[in-house]
């Protein structure tokens, strides 16, 4: 779920408070209901929020804003449940790569602008693989200065590839064919790009 969203639900916890957390994946079986007995900071930089957890065997649990992408939803003690209902609704995050990074984004650049454009990607992730017609694409400003297209499957899947986002699952992008310019596509977005601190790697840090 998200950290500051979880952050502030810890925030708001006092002793004795009983919360019910689900957890994704291979931490599922720590989903339970829990009494909140303390709060603790972590080491990392800005420091994590955790909470000190007590189970209804007795054992305790550490857990917060450090382990956010393993926890689907966390319900209070005012029975208002913060995070995804499924997981389907989780976003998806993909390990990065700074200097591979800046190749794809070299690569992509030149069809930003080209609607129409034919480009084959090599990704380790299906749906970013394979041949395309790009639909879109922006020049975002930001820390990475990402770039984003918007590409369409012969199969009809709509893909969105960002440069930095990615970079970590696409060995190849070639332009196989490039379409006339459209002046109305080729545009920088000012806009923050939210994530970038999310996707440099696991941390503590929020």
Do not use: C
Not at 93 to 116: H, I, R, S, W
Not at 124 to 132: A, K, L, Q, R, V
Not at 140 to 153: A, I, S
Request: charged letters at 25%; hydrophobic letters at 30%; glycine letters at 12%.
């Amino acid at each position: 779920m998200d950290k500051k969203e979880l952050k502030s639900v810890i925030a708001g916890l006092i002793p004795g408070s009983q919360v019910s957390i689900v957890f994704l994946g291979e931490h599922a079986s720590r989903s339970g209901t829990f009494e909140y007995t303390a709060h603790k900071v972590g080491r990392g930089k800005g420091g994590s929020s955790i909470m000190v957890l007590r189970g209804a065997d007795g054992t305790t649990l550490e857990t917060g804003t450090s382990q956010s992408d393993y926890i689907l939803n966390i319900t209070g003690p005012d029975g208002d449940m913060h995070g995804h209902t499924s997981a389907t609704e989780v976003p998806r995050k993909f390990d990065t790569n700074k200097d591979a990074a800046k190749n794809l984004k070299e690569q992509m650049q030149p069809v930003v602008g080209f609607n129409g454009s034919r480009v084959r990607v090599t990704s380790t992730e299906n749906e970013f693989n394979g041949e395309f017609e790009v639909t879109g694409g922006e020049k975002l400003k930001g820390r990475y200065g990402q770039v984003r297209l918007t590409m369409l499957k012969d199969s009809g899947e709509v893909a969105t590839l960002w440069s930095y986002r990615h970079s970590g699952i696409v060995s190849n992008f070639e332009v196989l064919t490039k379409a006339p310019r459209v002046r109305a596509s080729a545009k920088i977005v000012e806009q923050e790009e939210e994530e970038t601190a999310s996707f440099e790697g696991t941390s503590s840090e929020d």
